[in-house]
C-alpha cells in the first residue's frame, strides 16, 4: 500500500512539471522591463556585449531592477581586463558578489550568475555597484512557464502522504502478528488435547482397533456382537507330558505334544460379556504313534520304528 501511494505520488509530481511549457527569454540592457536609478552614464556600444551595447554606472548609487514572472533567471554580461565587479539580490535575499575581471583578455558577453528552481511568479533582481565603484550592465535572460503549478520535488514526499504510509504499515504489522499469534495459540490447544485424550483419533466404528506403542503392539477389541477369531495371529497350544504303563507294566512317559492344530490367540473384551465357547473341532489333538514317540517293543538302548497304521498304546488308570 505504501509503495503505491509513493508511486502515485511521483507520477503525479512529474506529471505537474512536465506539462508546464518552459520559455526563455533575452533582455538587452534598453529593455524597459530594466530600470536605472542613480548615476549612469548613456549606453556604450561595443562587438563583445550581448545586443551591442551595454550600460555603465558610474557611482555607488547606480542600481539597476529587472522585474519578471518566472521560474529562473540570468545575468549576462561581458568580462574585462580591469577591476569591474557588482553585488546581485534575487527578492531581498541576501546579496551575491560577482567578479567580472579577466586577468589578460576582454571575454565577449557570457553568463556570470544564475538562479533556477524559483516559483513561477513576479521576482525582482538588483544590481549595484561593487567594491570598483562603478557597475556593468549589459543584459538579462529568464525562463518563464506556461502553467500555473509549481514544481514539486519528487522525491521529496508530503507530511501527510508520509503520515500516511507509517499508519499503512504500522497496520501491516499488527495483522500480521495477530494471525500469527491464532495460529500459534490454535497449534498448542491442539498439541494439548491430544496429549490429554490420546485415543480420540481412533475410528470408533471399527469391530478391532490396533494401537502401536514402543516395544509392544496392544489389540483392543470394541466390537459389541459375537468373538470373532482372528487368522493372522495363531498360538501354539502345549500339552503337558503324558505319565502311564504299557501292556507288559513298564511306564512309560511321553514327549510334549506340539504337532497339534494351532488355537488362535483369543483377546477378551473390556467388558463383562459371557464366556464363548469354542467348538471342539478346534481343540481335536492329532494322535499318532510318531508323535507321541511311544514303540511297541520292549524299550532297550535304541527305538524302534513306529508304523503308522499301529493302533495306539493303552493307558492304565
Not at 101 to 127: D, F, M, Q, Y
Request: hydrophobic content about 40%; some cysteine.
Amino acid at each position: 500500500m505504501a509503495l503505491w501511494v509513493a508511486f502515485v505520488f511521483g507520477v503525479l509530481s512529474l506529471h505537474g512539471v512536465v506539462a508546464q511549457k518552459l520559455t526563455n527569454h533575452s533582455i538587452d540592457d534598453t529593455d524597459p522591463m530594466i530600470s536605472y536609478t542613480g548615476s549612469w552614464d548613456p549606453p556604450y556600444t561595443s562587438t563583445i556585449d550581448y545586443g551591442g551595447t551595454h550600460a555603465l554606472g558610474t557611482k555607488a548609487d547606480s542600481k539597476a531592477i529587472f522585474t519578471f514572472v518566472g521560474v529562473g533567471v540570468y545575468f549576462v554580461a561581458p568580462m574585462l581586463p580591469h577591476p569591474l565587479d557588482c553585488w546581485i539580490q534575487l527578492d531581498g535575499q541576501p546579496p551575491e558578489y560577482v567578479n567580472m575581471t579577466h586577468p589578460r583578455l576582454s571575454v565577449v558577453s557570457t553568463i556570470l550568475w544564475s538562479a533556477a528552481e524559483l516559483g513561477n511568479k513576479r521576482h525582482e533582481l538588483v544590481i549595484t555597484s561593487g567594491t570598483a565603484g562603478y557597475v556593468y550592465v549589459d543584459g538579462f535572460m529568464y525562463t518563464s512557464s506556461s502553467g500555473d503549478v509549481e514544481p514539486l520535488p519528487i522525491s521529496t514526499p508530503s507530511t501527510a502522504i508520509l503520515a500516511i504510509s507509517i499508519s499503512t504499515s504500522i497496520t501491516s504489522i499488527l495483522i500480521i502478528a495477530l494471525l500469527l499469534f491464532i495460529f500459534i495459540r490454535k497449534r498448542r490447544v491442539a498439541r494439548l488435547k491430544a496429549a490429554l485424550s490420546p485415543f480420540e483419533h481412533v475410528d470408533k466404528s471399527q469391530s478391532i482397533s490396533t494401537i502401536e506403542t514402543e516395544g509392544s503392539k496392544t489389540t483392543l477389541c470394541k466390537s459389541k456382537g459375537p468373538l470373532s477369531v482372528p487368522q493372522s495371529t495363531p498360538a501354539v497350544a502345549v500339552v503337558p507330558p503324558n505319565i502311564g504303563h504299557n501292556s507288559k507294566g513298564t511306564r512309560i512317559t511321553s514327549t510334549p505334544i506340539t504337532n497339534m492344530r494351532q488355537v488362535p490367540n483369543l483377546q477378551l473384551s473390556s467388558r463383562h460379556e459371557p464366556p464363548v465357547r469354542l467348538p471342539g473341532a478346534l481343540l481335536q489333538r492329532r494322535w499318532s504313534d510318531q508323535s507321541l514317540g511311544i514303540s511297541s517293543q520292549p524299550l532297550t538302548g535304541h527305538r524302534a520304528p513306529v508304523g503308522i497304521n499301529d493302533p495306539p498304546p493303552l493307558y492304565s488308570t
